[in-house]
Nanobody, 120 residues
Framework: QVQLAESGGDLVQPGESLRLSCAASGRWNRIRSMGWYRQAPGTQREMVAVMASGGGTAYADSWKDRFTISRDYAKNTVYLQMNSRKPEATAVYYC??????????????WGKGTLVTVSS
């Protein structure tokens, strides 16, 4: 079993920066990827950014120029640096992890989400 603890969500003004964190704990053979997804009111959950175990990254076109994903491998933690946020960035942000188990299964887990509200 894997647990994800997200933090960093807040009410911020347009233009301010914010960093989200997600720490993973539990047991796994290896982490395949960690990433961030978002769900704005009235919309479906969508991918923001994902980082593979080797460091490769993928971003949604809508956010790649404003958000940066990074990872602390020693702490099993993934971050999302959100710069120059606009009101449309308001959403619940979810952390997701994909692991290879000791039984050689691939399993995905989700955090409970952290709310980011951008408003003046």
């Amino acid at each position: 079993q894997v647990q994800l603890a997200e933090s960093g969500g807040d009410l911020v003004q347009p233009g301010e920066s914010l960093r989200l964190s997600c720490a993973a704990s539990g047991r796994w053979n290896r982490i395949r990827s960690m990433g961030w997804y978002r769900q704005a009111p009235g919309t479906q959950r969508e991918m923001v950014a994902v980082m593979a175990s080797g460091g490769g990254t993928a971003y949604a076109d809508s956010w790649k120029d404003r958000f940066t994903i990074s990872r602390d491998y020693a702490k099993n933690t993934v971050y999302l640096q959100m710069n120059s946020r606009k009101p449309e960035a308001t959403a619940v942000y979810y952390c997701q992890i994909s692991v290879r188990t000791f039984k050689r299964n691939d399993e995905d887990y989700w955090g409970k989400g952290t709310l980011v509200t951008v408003s003046s």
